[in-house]
């Protein structure tokens, strides 16, 4: 008797776990919901890699002689939600069974949940096995502890993986994390960067973008973000490509610059295959190993091998595991009560002059994607110190950036970027003022503003705010130990100098056009 079994978008691996046993008598399930191209306005590139990455796994299934329903966009029978094409498929298949592989946002589960209840048939919801740590073993790590530390989480999943360890078990090296080491300016500019990995995916991929890509034009016409130059891979072969092209070029000198902006510099050193990964056409497993391998092949330094290692092994899952441990509740936290609009220069760059968030924002529209600390200490930071709608920032990150899916982007926008979790991530609020910009970056040498000045005319607005942040929010801060040689300048500050401050922020925040 054929089973259902569903594959949603991000979710595109061969040896995913509703797949375990497939035959030929199954029907597998995949669906373009136009629901989940506007729940939030995704950047056209995100809707074209994910669309045009489905046709062609559901192609290479086909091929292989298995039963694909492929409900497309433009499908006149399509009830453009998950709910209604999965009870319309089991009516018309009568199925014994469904299973599903557990998703990546949590309103998707409960869609799943409630259909539990109302279908004819079971539906079951297995573990999502592409992960090395699952929502369970992230619970019994946390419970009973006060402090929910990534870094204590990632130590056990290098013991448990073996990872980066000696034959003894110990940490390769000797010490568990080299971020020390990993915080240099790029000081070559644009010209010495590695150039963008070129990936080849033959004739059918190139028509099946083209195809996409008009539908997307037809279907999402006013979303923010360009869709030329589309330069994703939408296959396993050119996400293969990505990462072979950044084990040889990038890795040797990620972990150095990895926290460096440069003007023009939108890729860095960095891998560009957070969306390969998110959407399952890459592994952790298999991207860690490879990275290990190049280490111990001597073709990349172990600082920035284990610093890569980290963001996946360590960051990734934790950030997996705290949003399932901690939502739906989570979503709601606002630690500031932080409720001003979004400027309108988050959705058109050209409508700010400060020139490190022209370079973040404009990026972000070409390629839907920025690397970690332009999403972090520049566009992040800004919204922190400007005491951004809270909802406002998580939605705009979940929608313009091609890796973002919720089980990633809301931990990492609402507690690590907005602290809005009141200290559940990070042990101090992310904020900083020009300084640190113009130390990690060129972006302050061509910018109207200067750094080093919080007031008057040419003063940095990042500067400003920051110490308006640290006054305006002094009550909540002031017993956290890692801000007491700011906090202490806090209390010391002469009233005049309170004054100037506060007057100037509060005439920058009332000059945005929301």
């Known amino acids: 008797m054929p089973t259902l079994r569903l594959i949603l978008g991000d979710q595109l691996t061969p040896t995913l776990a509703s797949l375990n046993g497939l035959t030929k008598n199954d029907t597998i399930l995949m669906m ?12 056209p590139q995100k ?8 046709r062609q796994f559901a192609a290479s299934l086909s091929a292989q002689g298995y039963n694909i329903r492929y409900i497309r966009l433009d499908d006149p029978a399509n009830t453009h939600t998950f709910a209604g094409e999965i009870t319309r498929a089991v009516q018309e298949i009568s199925p014994t069974r469904v299973l599903a592989t557990f998703p990546g946002e949590h309103r998707v589960l409960e869609s799943l949940q409630s259909l539990q209840s109302t279908l004819p048939v079971p539906l079951e919801i297995l573990e999502d096995t592409r992960f090395l740590s699952t929502p369970q073993e992230f619970a019994e790590w946390a419970t009973g502890r006060k402090q929910l530390r990534m870094e204590y989480f ?3 999943q290098r013991r448990k993986t ?170 709601t936290l606002n630690y500031f009560n932080a409720t001003r609009p979004l400027p309108a220069f988050f959705w ?71 602290f809005a979790d009141g200290g559940i991530i990070a042990s101090k609020p992310y904020a900083a003022g020009g300084r640190y910009i113009h130390k990690m970056s060129d972006y302050c040498t061509t910018c109207r503003y200067n750094p080093t000045e919080s007031t008057g005319p040419t003063a940095c607005p990042f500067s400003t705010l920051y110490w308006d942040f640290m006054l305006r929010n002094y009550e909540q801060l002031k017993t956290n130990p890692r801000l007491g040689p700011i906090l202490a300048q806090v209390r010391t500050m002469p009233e005049k100098r309170r004054i100037e401050i506060q007057t100037q922020s509060e005439s920058f925040l009332t000059s945005l056009n929301p």
């Open 32 to 43: 373009e919901v136009k629901a989940e191209g506007t729940y939030v306005p995704h950047h």
């Open 348 to 418: 058109d760059e050209s409508k700010t002059d400060m020139h490190c968030m022209k370079e973040a924002i404009g990026t972000t529209r070409r390629n839907a994607y920025a690397h970690h600390i332009q999403r972090l200490m520049v566009i992040g930071n800004f919204a922190l110190l400007a005491g951004l709608s809270v909802k406002e920032v998580t939605d705009w990150y979940l929608s313009v950036y091609a890796d973002a899916f919720e089980w990633v982007e809301l931990p990492n926008t609402l507690g690590m970027a907005l």
């Open 162 to 331: 073996g990872f980066l360890l000696t034959a003894a078990g110990e940490p390769e090296g000797g010490e568990w994390n080299y971020d020390a080491d990993n915080r240099e300016p790029y000081k070559e500019g644009p010209l010495g960067l590695p150039p963008y990995p070129t990936i080849t995916e033959g004739a059918d991929t190139t028509r099946v973008v083209a195809e996409v890509k008009a539908l997307v034009a037809t279907h999402f016409p006013a979303h923010f973000g360009a869709a030329e130059p589309f330069l994703w891979a939408t296959t396993r072969t050119g996400a293969l490509q990505v990462l072979e092209h950044f084990i040889t070029h990038r890795l040797p000198n990620f972990g150095r610059y990895q926290d460096a902006m440069v003007t023009g510099g939108d890729f860095m050193f960095h891998s560009l295959i957070s969306p390969y990964l998110n959407i399952g056409l890459l592994t952790a497993q298999e991207v860690c190993t490879v990275a290990e391998t190049a280490y111990r092949a001597g073709r990349a330094p172990l600082a920035a091998t284990e610093g890569f290692i980290r963001q996946i092994l360590g960051w990734r899952e934790y950030v997996r595991g705290l949003y399932w441990y901690k939502m739906p509740a989570y979503a």
């Open 47 to 54: 809707i074209i890699l994910i669309l045009s990455a489905m």
């Open 154 to 156: 990632y130590r056990e």
